[in-house]
């Protein structure tokens, strides 16, 4: 891993703004965009309807409460089908009647992706939309409401100015051996992510040290969620490419 630039984009209260570079604030402003662009889409973060983690076997699906998994009113009937899952593959098979979609392709049953690099979404019905994710060994069914009152009702993100106070250099340094760190996420489950590295960078004349978690050819800086409710120990991804 390289030497990487990145912008600390937060002002802190009561600090004056300093005049940024015109070409690196609309490089930021440009990002904001995309990154409202990419929460408001299909399938994006303000559809999420549900989190399910699946056992193994089969596991029944549907709005009815008999089913293993029980999907919010409105986002398809009672029995819609069922996800079995068994060692390294999660196999989902639709009620006679139902169908289901994917890149225009309508389908009754599938062979789903579970690799963080094949978000393998499938549509049924006119709201309703899910993939499966795998997390330590356990298979997760994620669901989207295309509908949802969530995503009508966004009104934006909220941004502070951009501050040339917060445009510093970090230099990466790595781990040998790579560092494992426990993760947890806002519904109290942990996860032990491996850091090749941690960022180091000066800032207002104080060092900082952030651990840095690789994604191929990007980097998750985790740091502490003080907001996260009563579980300050919850963590939030920053992601640098």
């Given at each position: 891993m390289n030497l990487r630039i990145f912008a600390l984009c937060t002002a802190l209260a009561g600090l004056p703004v300093l005049a940024a570079d015109p070409a690196y604030v609309k490089s930021v402003e440009?990002?904001?965009?995309?990154?409202e662009k990419s929460l408001r889409k299909d399938n994006g973060w303000l559809t999420l309807?549900?989190?399910?983690?699946?056992?193994?076997?089969?596991?029944t699906f549907g709005t009815g409460k008999d089913n293993d998994v029980v999907f919010p009113p409105g986002l398809g009937p009672?029995?819609?089908?069922?996800?079995?899952?068994?060692?390294g593959k999660v196999?989902?098979?639709?009620e006679p009647g139902l169908t289901m979609e994917k890149d225009g392709v309508k389908m009754t049953d599938k062979v789903m992706g579970t690799g963080s690099d094949n978000r393998d979404w499938v549509s049924i019905g006119p709201r309703a939309a899910f993939h499966f994710i795998e997390r330590n060994g356990r298979y997760v069914l994620r669901l989207a409401d295309n509908d949802s009152s969530v995503r009508k009702h966004f009104g934006g993100r909220v941004w502070y100015p951009v501050d040339d106070h917060?445009?510093?250099k970090a230099k990466l340094v790595p781990y040998k051996p790579e560092k494992v760190i426990p993760i947890v996420n806002?519904?109290?489950e942990v996860s032990d992510e491996k850091s090749g590295g941690y960022v180091e960078f000066q800032l207002k004349g104080k060092a900082y040290k952030l651990d840095a978690v690789d994604q191929g050819d990007s980097i998750f800086i985790i740091h502490q969620a003080d907001y996260a409710g009563n579980t300050p120990d919850r963590s939030r991804p920053l992601h640098y490419g």
């Amino acid at each position: 891993m390289n030497l990487r630039i990145f912008a600390l984009c937060t002002a802190l209260a009561g600090l004056p703004v300093l005049a940024a570079d015109p070409a690196y604030v609309k490089s930021v402003e440009d990002w904001r965009v995309k990154v409202e662009k990419s929460l408001r889409k299909d399938n994006g973060w303000l559809t999420l309807a549900g989190r399910y983690v699946l056992k193994q076997g089969v596991n029944t699906f549907g709005t009815g409460k008999d089913n293993d998994v029980v999907f919010p009113p409105g986002l398809g009937p009672e029995r819609m089908g069922t996800v079995t899952v068994e060692a390294g593959k999660v196999f989902v098979k639709l009620e006679p009647g139902l169908t289901m979609e994917k890149d225009g392709v309508k389908m009754t049953d599938k062979v789903m992706g579970t690799g963080s690099d094949n978000r393998d979404w499938v549509s049924i019905g006119p709201r309703a939309a899910f993939h499966f994710i795998e997390r330590n060994g356990r298979y997760v069914l994620r669901l989207a409401d295309n509908d949802s009152s969530v995503r009508k009702h966004f009104g934006g993100r909220v941004w502070y100015p951009v501050d040339d106070h917060y445009r510093v250099k970090a230099k990466l340094v790595p781990y040998k051996p790579e560092k494992v760190i426990p993760i947890v996420n806002i519904l109290d489950e942990v996860s032990d992510e491996k850091s090749g590295g941690y960022v180091e960078f000066q800032l207002k004349g104080k060092a900082y040290k952030l651990d840095a978690v690789d994604q191929g050819d990007s980097i998750f800086i985790i740091h502490q969620a003080d907001y996260a409710g009563n579980t300050p120990d919850r963590s939030r991804p920053l992601h640098y490419g």
